[in-house]
T-cell receptor, first 115, second 113 residues
Framework: DVKVTQSSRYLVKRTGEKVFLECVQD?????MFWYRQDPGLGLRLIYF???????EKGDIPEGYSVSREKKERFSLILESASTNQTSMYLC????FGTGGYGGYTFGSGTRLTVV | DQQVKQNSPSLSVQEGRISILNCDYT??????FLWYKKYPAEGPTFLIS?????DKNEDGRFTVFLNKSAKHLSLHIVPSQPGDSAVYFC????????????FGDGTTLTVKP
């Protein structure tokens, strides 16, 4: 069974901390994505990556960075956590270029609370 | 500017009846459309998709209809079951975006026994 694994289900961090959210996929997918889900706002794309060491900004990249040193791992970094980054973070991967054919495979999500 | 909209935040239907979830988009470059289903405390799972060259795609109880001229798609679930109760997200992508999907806000479907 193919999987996208997010390292933490729940995290509580303090304002100003540097936060790392880890995502690993075992499907040899080229494309990986980070979304955040907020009530009334749906899923919004933060960053995505087509290949190792490659990254592209999504719709809301401010306050975030990413790292893709290995094909299977895509990390989201909150450089200095703020309370408005409290959210559900979802990692996803896909094999085909459009991210459409067959859809994404999502992880279970990380619920981050910044206090 | 929200390019994919699901105007109904919630929908409640009786078990056995039809559920119709709607989605509108504004970007004419979108050429592939998907529906995802999400249960609480889980990530979304891919449900069904449709290419812009089609107007209908069916998979068991789930059918997606696409009206390109109206920039509208809908998901029909027949018959609805209590296990279908979840949040449904509509998503769209374009080849020019090479891998990026834009999601709607989601519609919470409740199927009552």
């Amino acid at each position: 069974d193919v999987k996208v694994t997010q390292s933490s289900r729940y995290l509580v961090k303090r304002t100003g901390e540097k936060v790392f959210l880890e995502c690993v996929q075992d499907m040899d997918h080229e494309n990986m994505f980070w979304y955040r889900q907020d009530p009334g706002l749906g899923l919004r794309l933060i960053y995505f990556s087509y290949d190792v060491k490659m990254k592209e900004k999504g719709d809301i990249p401010e306050g975030y960075s990413v790292s893709r040193e290995k094909k299977e791992r895509f990390s989201l970094i909150l450089e200095s956590a703020s309370t408005n980054q409290t959210s559900m973070y979802l990692c996803a991967s896909s094999l085909f270029g459009t991210g459409g054919y067959g859809g994404y495979t999502f992880g279970s999500g990380t619920r981050l609370t910044v206090v | 500017d929200q390019q994919v909209k699901q105007n109904s935040p919630s929908l409640s239907v009786q078990e056995g009846r039809i559920s119709i979830l709607n989605c509108d988009y504004t970007n004419s470059m979108f050429d592939y459309f998907l529906w995802y289903k999400k249960y609480p405390a889980e990530g979304p799972t891919f449900l069904i998709s449709i290419s812009s060259i089609k107007d209908k795609n069916e998979d068991g109880r789930f059918t997606v209809f696409l009206n390109k001229s109206a920039k509208h798609l809908s998901l029909h679930i027949v018959p609805s079951q209590p296990g279908d109760s979840a949040v449904y997200f509509c998503a769209a992508s374009a080849d020019t975006n090479a891998g990026k999907s834009t999601f709607g806000d989601g519609t919470t479907l409740t199927v009552k026994p």
